[in-house]
């Protein structure tokens, strides 16, 4: 009987286990999909697009490079400074959630 017992809760582990797996799965092709969402919009894109034509999505760069490349324009488009004026200081403001 304890056999029995085992090999069910060993199934149930297994069935817990698939679909810990397939969440984790859907959230990366979620998550690559939004960097690609994103990345059509960046100048690499446009690059790439420019020197690969149909073929850019295979220099996709990593989602991570996507969002630090992302980050990096937008800073430069809206000019950030440390020391922005106080109307748009809750876009800028320490992730410690503390004002400083």
């Given amino acids: 009987m304890k056999n029995v017992d085992t090999v069910k809760r060993l199934a149930e582990s297994g069935q817990e286990a698939k679909k810990l797996f397939s969440d984790l799965a859907k959230d990366i092709d979620r ?3 939004a960097g690609y969402d ?6 690499s894109y446009k690059a790439a697009v420019a020197a690969h034509g149909d073929y850019a ?5 990593s989602v991570a ?10 800073s430069d488009k809206m000019e950030v ?9 809750e876009w800028y403001s320490c992730p ?5």
């Fill in 81 to 89: 400074e440390p020391d922005m004026t106080p109307d748009k200081a």
């Fill in 96 to 100: 410690c959630g503390q004002e400083h």
């Fill in 31 to 33: 998550q690559e999909n």
């Fill in 38 to 43: 994103l990345w059509t919009h960046l100048p």
């Fill in 57 to 61: 999505v295979e220099h996709k760069p």
């Fill in 65 to 74: 490079d996507i969002m630090i490349e992302a980050a990096m324009f937008l």
